[in-house]
């Protein structure tokens, strides 16, 4: 006869979906206007961006890094691909795609260079990450001038306008990313070197891992996501700027934590981190609909996360917290 009995540790790992399922449930009881494919449409176009921005900085929070680079990446990338597009045609029909691999490649170096940086100079990834990210919003911003570079071409802005089961192209396009992904965390050695480096960096190299060297490669391999949420952004909004990072750092590493990746690395994964986005995504779609003003909204989610810490954290097994 099966077991049916459920551990606490079956409900720790099922908690943000559970928590998931139960604030779509509470908002539609609230407004049946939520409950609709129209409004999942709309929490899926603002979901994209933050989910691939998230899915990036979740590697580097496996290994038991932080990365708080993503808002100048983003604003890198984004800039860089608006020029480049708009210096080859501004069309994805003529030249102007190649604009895309050259964006993946910007962000493949923000993110190298920052690893470089955290592991070269043996600074702690948060402050060197942090610094990293003020350098490229200054990178950017000397790029534009302060300006706006409009993004109009119908092609790329598709990912938009064109939609497939009720969804924008962006919605289906960020999670074949998401599923690639996937594959690179759970089927690849690089991947399984991440949770290993997470797990106990001193083990990791006493078996003879380079984690230098895997450090660098996650926060490159972040930088690849970043360069898709940047992507995404400017598909959603027609523009690039300065700006166009804004707010991403604290949505993405809120959405990690909420979705059960244990900021201490070695668990949690991209799924985790899926649900995470749909959390914090739904919850500021829900308030929206429910008329609460922007610093409630703002409040709630710097609540969740204190939330989301205490109930997924084993803090029994922590001899002190720093």
């Known amino acids: 006869m099966p077991n049916l009995s459920f551990r606490g540790g079956d409900l ?17 009881m609230v407004n ?3 409950f609709s494919l129209k409004n999942f449409a709309r929490i899926g176009i603002s979901a994209t961006p ?23 990446a983003v604003a890198v990338c984004a800039v860089v691909f608006a020029s480049i597009f708009m210096a080859l045609g501004g069309t994805l029909g003529g030249w102007g ?3 895309l691999p050259a964006c993946l490649l910007v962000g493949a170096v923000c993110g190298l260079v920052t690893g470089a940086v955290h592991v070269g100079l ?5 402050m060197a990450s942090l610094s990293m990210g003020f350098v490229g919003i200054g990178l950017s911003l000397m790029m534009t001038g302060g300006d706006r570079i409009r993004v109009e071409d119908p092609l790329f802005r598709s990912l938009l306008t064109q939609r497939f089961l009720g969804f924008p192209l ?8 998401l599923l690639f992904a996937w594959f690179i965390q759970s089927k690849t050695t690089l991947g399984r070197n991440f949770y290993a480096v997470g797990g106990g960096e001193d083990l990791a190299h006493a078996s003879g891992l380079n984690v230098r060297r895997v450090r660098i490669a996650g926060f490159a391999l972040a930088g690849v996501f970043y360069a898709f949420g940047a992507l995404f952004a400017v598909a959603q909004l027609g523009i690039a700027e300065t700006a166009t990072g804004y707010n991403f750092m604290f ?13 201490w690395g070695g668990s949690g994964g991209v799924w985790n981190t899926l649900v995470g986005v749909l959390i914090v995504n ?32 084993d803090r029994k097994s922590l001899a002190f917290v720093k």
């Not at 043996?122 to 948060?126: A, C, H, L, N």
């Not at 949505?251 to 900021?263: M, Q, Y």
């Not at 989610?301 to 939330?307: A, K």
């Open 12 to 28: 720790q790992r099922w908690a943000p979906l559970l928590v998931l399922v139960a604030l779509v449930v509470f908002f539609s």
């Open 32 to 34: 049946p206007n939520f």
């Open 50 to 72: 933050p989910l691939m921005i998230a899915v990036g900085a979740t590697f580097i929070i496996i290994m038991g890094s932080i990365d708080l680079s993503m808002e100048g």
């Open 97 to 99: 795609w190649l604009a």
């Open 122 to 126: 043996r600074i702690p990834s948060f």
């Open 170 to 177: 962006m919605v289906h396009v960020a999670f074949v990313v």
């Open 251 to 263: 949505v993405s590493i809120t959405s990690i934590v909420v979705g059960g990746t244990a900021l």
């Open 282 to 313: 739904v919850i500021n779609n829900g308030m929206i609909v429910m008329g609460l003003p922007r610093y409630v909204q703002d409040g709630v989610l710097g609540l969740l996360v204190i939330i989301a810490v205490v109930l997924s954290t």
